[in-house]
């Protein structure tokens, strides 16, 4: 039986990213407060949020710096635009404060709400980039499978997952996907990272060169996909991918928006991985998920084309309602001053080992293939033959039920296609946290494996 909450959000809500048919019988998790790292749910049970909500609690629940920020903020000035000139101190303050911190040279900043819209912003400025350099022809886009960039029309064209094209009409033309790097599930036998990483930018090249590069503009990764897996790249892969890209002048955009704000231990990912990209989309961590903001860097000579653009059009005719909105830059503020007081970023950077020494000891574990990750995130993929990798049939939901099973130990993980968990904790997380947490996962694929067993569940063929 729902409760009565629960029964009335099934009448009411349509829930992102969920099974809406099995959804009216499970019902929701209702969350009602958090603290630190624990979320209590509406029976005030706690649970160790171990996705940092989506990949963005950085700095934990309620915290009460962010919330008096937001707060001053909404009293003083609770909404102002940015279209036309009009502008406010706290969107001033943070682009500057941003441009320091941007591992690459960054003239301007562009302020959206969300992620999706950042990458969407990427895709039109790039297009908007060409016309104005006179190379019409150059518009592709090429994105990877598992790739994970949002879901506007343009976003969910370059995001490489099944469930964002089938019968969506997706992906548009012009968007196109190279392979996912992900050495556990598709190196071949005996291949190291390098082989792989090097055969994957061959890859690469020959796509362009089937396409014709003057049709090629840009090309989209996150550092560490996430939706797509919580995939970590594999040795050399970035510096073999950017020799290509520089080859044929391909603009590289860097989604940051789940690693940028510490969580590699590095400002952004692109630090920790040696990503040189010409601009990167940000969100996320950047207000610790406390109000919705995103935005993308813009360098000096793009910034050129836009104001001669503006000379010769009359405006720059893109930009939300919400851009830059007052309390969203007032929260994010405090955050990067919070990252930088406490030294966050540095602490993620000592935290990691532990974090991940106890993830690459699921490996051990009888159903577990891969666990692997990089800072505080981390994969564990389950399989059903450690030896050959094969695994259990996909509508088995096998990775569902031990995030269910993990639910039912006080650990919020998420499942992922191809039978992947992800963790993701708040960066404050502790260190007997840590431990908690990986007890916690230890015990829900304890408790996988012997409903494995008691289903009979069998290998599906390769
Ligand atoms: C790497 C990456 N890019 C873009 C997005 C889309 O962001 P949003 O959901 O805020 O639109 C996400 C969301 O999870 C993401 O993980």
């Known amino acids: 039986m729902l409760s009565n909450l629960a029964a009335r959000d099934v009448e009411t809500l349509i829930h992102p990213y969920t099974n809406l048919a099995t959804f009216r019988e499970t019902g929701p998790l209702v969350l009602e407060r958090g603290h630190g790292v624990w979320v209590y749910d509406s029976d005030g049970r706690p649970y160790l949020e171990g996705m940092a909500g989506l990949w963005c609690t950085a700095l934990g629940y309620s915290n009460e710096e962010l919330v008096e920020a937001a707060s001053e903020q909404m009293s003083r000035l609770p909404f102002t635009h940015l279209f036309s000139g009009r502008s406010h101190d706290p969107a001033i303050e943070l682009a500057e404060t941003l441009k320091e911190l941007m591992p690459i040279p960054t003239s301007k900043v562009f302020f959206t709400s969300s992620g999706s819209e950042a990458n969407d912003t990427q895709v039109k400025l790039t297009w908007y980039m060409n016309n104005a350099l006179g190379r019409p022809r150059k518009k592709k886009i090429i994105a990877r499978q598992r790739g994970y960039h949002g879901v506007t029309v343009a976003t969910a064209s370059m995001t490489g997952l099944p469930a964002n094209h089938a019968d969506w009409d997706l992906p548009l033309p012009g968007f196109l996907h190279t392979a996912c790097p992900h050495h556990y599930r598709f190196a071949e036998a005996g291949e190291t990272e390098g082989a792989f990483s090097q055969r994957l930018a061959d890859e690469l090249e020959a796509l362009i060169l089937a396409e ?209 968990v992800a963790v993701c904790p708040p960066l404050v997380i502790s260190r007997e946290e840590i431990d908690t947490l990986f007890d916690r996962l230890t015990r829900a694929l304890d408790r996988t494996e012997a409903w494995i067993a008691t289903e009979g569940l069998q290998a599906a063929p390769l």
């Open 212 to 420: 014709d590069p003057e049709t090629v503009a840009a090309f989209i990764a996150e550092p560490v996909m996430g939706a797509g897996g919580a995939i970590a790249p594999p040795a050399g892969y970035f510096a073999a991918i950017q020799a290509v890209l520089a080859r044929y002048d391909v603009r590289f955009i860097a989604d940051e928006v789940i690693c940028g704000f510490g969580r590699l231990g590095t400002w952004f990912g692109s630090e920790a991985l040696g990503m040189r990209p010409d601009t990167l989309s940000f969100a996320k961590a950047v207000t610790s998920g406390y109000m919705p903001l995103g935005g993308i860097s813009i360098d000096e000579p793009l910034y050129r084309l836009m104001v001669s653009q503006s000379a010769k059009l009359g405006t720059f005719g893109h930009g939300t309602t919400y851009s830059g909105h007052p309390v969203a830059c007032a929260v994010a503020l405090k955050t990067i001053a919070i990252l930088k007081r406490d030294r966050i970023v540095e602490g993620v950077a000592q935290k990691a080992p532990q974090f991940q020494a106890r993830l690459s000891a699921l490996a051990d574990h009888p159903i577990v293939g891969e666990a692997r990750g990089i800072g505080l995130i981390g994969g564990v993929e389950i399989v059903a033959d450690k030896r050959s990798k094969r695994q259990y049939e996909p509508k088995a939901g096998v990775a569902a039920r031990c995030v269910a099973f993990a639910q039912a130990e006080g650990l919020i993980v998420r499942f992922l296609a191809g039978d992947r």
